[in-house]
Nanobody, 118 residues
Framework: VQLQASGGGLVQAGDSLRLSCAASGRTFSSYAVGWSRQAPGKEREFVAGPTRNGDSTYYADSIQGRFTLSRDNAKNTVYLQMNSLKPEDTALYYC????????????WGQGTKVTVSS
């Protein structure tokens, strides 16, 4: 599966953005898609994705209550709605996919940059 992330940009603190991850190649419904981010000088952080059994969504504490993961299978797209953005949310955001039967994200998009000014 190939992934294409988009929707990043420069916003002010408190603003919202919606990131999109468009998938192509194989049966989209067979994949779980999540989002990670990497801020300058920091390690990559997994921020949102389906739980292993698929019945709920994991959110990192750092974005809990502000970000929402959703997907539209008809459009082969997963979204990350980001509200109440903070300067510390500034990072390169990556979407990633894994087979629903495995825990490891094997497929990665190219990243989309989010910059939040104070």
């Amino acid at each position: 599966v190939q992934l294409q992330a988009s929707g990043g940009g420069l916003v002010q603190a408190g603003d919202s953005l919606r990131l999109s991850c468009a998938a192509s190649g194989r049966t989209f419904s067979s994949y779980a898609v999540g989002w990670s981010r990497q801020a300058p000088g920091k390690e990559r952080e997994f921020v949102a994705g389906p739980t292993r059994n698929g019945d709920s969504t994991y959110y990192a504490d750092s974005i809990q209550g502000r970000f929402t993961l959703s997907r539209d299978n008809a459009k082969n797209t997963v979204y990350l709605q980001m509200n109440s953005l903070k300067p510390e949310d500034t990072a390169l955001y990556y979407c990633a996919a894994r087979c629903t039967t495995t825990p490891t994200y094997e497929y990665w998009g190219q990243g989309t940059k989010v910059t939040v000014s104070s």
